[in-house]
């Protein structure tokens, strides 16, 4: 069983172009959350979804970002004119239910802004 | 609302020496509690679990932790650390009920030294 598939796990972007990262969460896992992680931050909450549907979107900014989750193919977050200030470690993470809160974490996407 | 407090960022120890990973929580609500480990360019992965029950939980790599409703604390701890226990250790809440978003703390920098 695969784990959490993160791509691309590196990438490079300059100042107003636009990244996106996917993840294929765990075959059988509907629930998938995004985070941001920052050195000296920890991991900040962006954004829950489960298929075709946003949960909760409360850790994302309003401007520049969005994330889908379809129903066939992987969860998309998607940040458009990218800001160095967006540089992180974007990582994602899918649940099979939301009885027990375990994640299982894909290995990251980082996104470096020029 | 919940809040995670990692209560040290950075905790260097010798080998074969014990530590303790400190960590509170804050909830209005019942709360399931994680430790997770992540080794450098590597995502999280779970190291134990308190839902119910046994307030002490056995984790993965001998680590153990133990639950403290009064102190809301969920402390994480291993007798004799090997150098491979070298990683950033994240404590996460997750409401037994309502809102499905697991809260991370900082993050507590383990580095073992030989």
């Known amino acids: 069983n695969a784990g959490v598939m993160q791509n691309p796990r590196h990438l490079v972007r300059r100042r107003g172009q636009e990244a996106r990262l996917r993840c294929s969460p765990m075959k059988g896992h509907s629930h998938v959350y995004w985070y941001r992680q920052l050195p000296e931050e920890g991991l900040k909450f962006m954004v829950y979804l489960q298929k075709e549907n946003i949960i909760d979107e409360s850790g994302m900014p309003k401007e520049r970002f969005s994330a889908e989750f379809p129903k066939e193919g992987p969860s998309i977050l998607r940040i458009q004119q990218v800001v160095r200030g967006d540089s992180a470690a974007y990582f994602c993470a899918s649940s099979p239910d939301v009885n027990t809160g375990e994640l299982f974490f894909g290995e990251g996407s980082r996104l470096t802004v020029l | 609302a919940q809040s995670v407090t990692q209560l040290d960022s950075q905790v260097p120890v010798f080998e074969e020496a014990p530590v303790e990973l400190r960590c509170n929580y804050s909830s209005s609500v019942s709360v399931y509690l994680f430790w997770y480990v992540q080794y450098p360019n590597q995502g999280l992965q779970l190291l134990l679990k308190?839902?119910?029950?046994?307030?002490l939980v056995k984790g993965i790599n001998g680590f153990e932790a133990e639950f403290n409703k009064s102190q809301t604390s969920f402390h994480l701890r291993k007798p004799s650390v090997h150098i491979s226990d070298t990683a950033e250790y994240f404590c996460?809440?997750?409401?037994?009920?309502?809102?499905?978003?697991?809260?991370f703390g900082r993050g507590t920098s383990l580095i073992v030294h030989p």
């Open positions: 308190y839902l119910s029950g046994s307030t």
């Open positions: 996460a809440s997750y409401p037994s009920g309502g809102s499905y978003i697991p809260t």
